[in-house]
């Protein structure tokens, strides 16, 4: 089983540019959820896809958008990138409760190193 | 009021040791609480998960809940200097969102 899996590990963009971030689910996992992670602080919640809909958001701006596809992978997208997008982007997959549609624990990817500079 | 809190580190502990790690939510309704290890520049992992109060045993790692007040612990017995690392606390809240805690970096002293 390979887990869940991002790609790249690190990217630099030049601040404006738009980046885009992929991410494998575990196998037997529906759910993708993405997450923000800066230095010395926890995860900061962006959005999770579920049956390639956006299922729940958390306080990001439109300039982060996601898409599912039919193989439950994903992919988050970033456009005109500022300085403060710098930090670890990290994908979750998990189970949702088949039949009652919760939150399960959610197991996490490598995560992307993006620096904008 | 943050949504996750958790006592603020660093906390040091010596090899040996109980090492005791707290966290707090405001969501009343909250439904699932879980603790990730992580090591400087890698991923969280899970280490355990908890949805009913109590307490919940898995080898040197002990998680209690008390949802009465709010509060989730997780206790690491006989602490390795490989179990230094910042340790996130996850709560699933009745909205169905996963929140997570700023973390309390862990260091267990030889």
């Known amino acids: 089983d390979a887990g869940v899996t991002q790609s790249p590990t690190h990217l630099i963009k030049t601040r404006g540019q738009q980046v885009t971030l992929r991410c494998s689910p575990k196998?037997?996992?529906?759910?993708v959820s993405w997450y923000q992670q800066a230095l010395g602080q926890g995860p900061q919640f962006i959005f999770q896809y579920y049956e390639e809909e956006e299922r729940q958001r958390g306080n990001f701006p439109d300039r982060f958008s996601g898409h599912q596809f039919p193989n439950y992978s994903s992919e988050l997208n970033v456009n005109a990138l500022l300085l403060g997008d710098s930090a670890l982007y990290l994908c979750a997959s998990s189970p949702l409760v088949a039949g009652e549609g919760r939150n399960t624990e959610a197991f996490f990817g490598q995560g992307t190193r993006l620096t904008v500079v | 009021q943050k949504e996750v809190e958790q006592n603020s580190g660093p906390l040091s502990v010596p090899e040996g040791a109980i090492a005791s790690l707290n966290c707090t939510y405001s969501d009343r309704g909250s439904q699932s609480f879980f603790w990730y290890r992580q090591y400087s520049g890698k991923s969280p992992e899970l280490i355990m998960f908890i949805y009913s109060n109590g307490d919940k045993e898995d080898g040197r790692f002990t998680a209690q809940l008390n949802k009465a007040s709010q509060y989730v612990s997780l206790l690491i017995r006989d602490s390795q200097p490989s179990d230094s690392a910042t340790y996130l606390c996850?709560?699933?809240?009745?909205?169905?969102?996963?929140?997570f805690g700023p973390g309390t970096s862990l260091s267990v002293i030889p």
């Open positions: 196998s037997g996992h529906d759910t």
């Open positions: 996850a709560v699933i809240t009745s909205y169905d969102k996963v929140i």
